[in-house]
């Protein structure tokens, strides 16, 4: 089988999460910088197999588009020119960030630790990839 990526895309950073190849676990890949996500994107493509992309689509609590929607759109928009042949999935991501803090403050994390806003957005693209795992099934 082929893997899942979920991205969570962002002004400045962008969180990566994978499955493993049996798409039950998902665990985070890294966080890039938002400028080079779809140079990434094709070094790692060309070293797995994915088959489909999550995206975080950022939306207010009455269901509205958030101020960052028309970035994310963009984003969008890039890869599917630049990956014709990968699906692109939306995927409701609020709350995601703030759920990748309580996370840290639950596993330990110290003060420092969780300023750490590369690792938010990693968790945060985790959770959105294993809550996907989670309703999928």
Not at 22 to 48: P, R
Not at 81 to 109: C, H, N, W, Y
């Amino acid at each position: 089988m082929s893997r899942i990526l979920a991205i969570d895309y962002g002004i400045k950073r962008t969180g990566i999460a994978i499955t493993d190849e049996m798409q039950m676990i998902a665990f985070g890949l890294t966080t890039i910088a938002s400028d080079n996500a779809i140079s990434f994107l094709k070094d790692y493509f060309y070293k797995e197999k994915v088959e489909l992309v999550l995206v975080g689509e950022p939306k207010q609590m009455d269901g509205t588009p958030s101020q960052s929607a028309d970035l994310i759109n963009a984003f969008v928009a890039q890869f599917q020119i630049a990956f014709p042949g990968i699906p692109v999935e939306r995927v409701d991501e609020r709350f995601t960030s703030k759920i990748a803090f309580q996370t840290m403050i639950d596993s330990g994390l110290n003060k420092k630790q969780r300023k750490n806003k590369a690792l938010v957005d990693e968790i945060a693209a985790t959770i959105i990839l294993q809550d996907y795992l989670r309703y999928k099934k």
